[in-house]
């Protein structure tokens, strides 16, 4: 008697695969940072075997850069947005006092995955170029409002803030945050 070959399941057809997993990849940075960011997490975040990690990405770091490159293509039209009301610079002020407590429509993971992308950019020039692009696309949009060089500044004193609120144990108070807002600009609170 001869063995008869097991059939083979039928390859599943995915087309979505590769997002998915860029996106379950976001998610697996926001809940364990860079460093605790591995292959089989992402797999298993997006419901893969754990092989179409190494067929659809070259590397764990090619990933981890279309994942902060998705992310920043996410949070930047919110950003945009939320500065398309704004018509003098007091008005700037508010927007800004208004970002670093509300963060554009972001939460707390969205911060996250931020900061884990600024401290892997120290060591990753790949990564750095996904935040030097980030910062002039948020720049761009400050731009339109204060010169290049206060640009600059109001985009540092945002994520200053923004990592002091998220960090901080005391209570951060709305108006504490726009008179420091308003000084930096000139603007009266």
Do not use: C
């Not at 067929?55 to 279309?66: A, C, G, I, P």
């Amino acid at each position: 008697m001869t063995a008869v070959p097991a059939a083979r399941s039928p390859r599943r057809y995915d087309p979505d695969r590769k997002s998915r997993i860029i996106d379950a990849a976001i998610e697996v940075i926001a809940d364990h940072g860079v460093a605790g960011t591995t292959s089989r997490r992402i797999a298993a975040a997006a419901d893969v075997p754990l092989g179409s990690i190494t067929y659809h990405f070259d590397s764990v770091e090619d990933l981890l850069e279309q994942a902060f490159r998705r992310h920043a293509e996410q949070m930047s039209p919110r950003y945009e947005a939320h500065f398309s009301d704004v018509t003098d610079l007091a008005g700037f002020a508010d927007a800004v006092t208004d970002l670093i407590h509300d963060g554009a429509g972001g939460n707390h993971k969205d911060w996250a995955v931020a900061y884990e992308l600024y401290l892997a950019a120290l060591r990753d020039p790949a990564l750095r170029s996904v935040t030097e692009a980030w910062m002039r696309r948020s720049r761009a949009v400050l731009e339109k409002f204060v010169d290049p060089v206060t640009a600059r500044a109001v985009d540092a004193l945002n994520e200053g803030l923004v990592m002091h609120l998220i960090l901080s144990t005391a209570t951060f108070d709305r108006a504490d945050t726009r008179t420091i807002v308003g000084r930096f600009l000139g603007v009266p609170g």
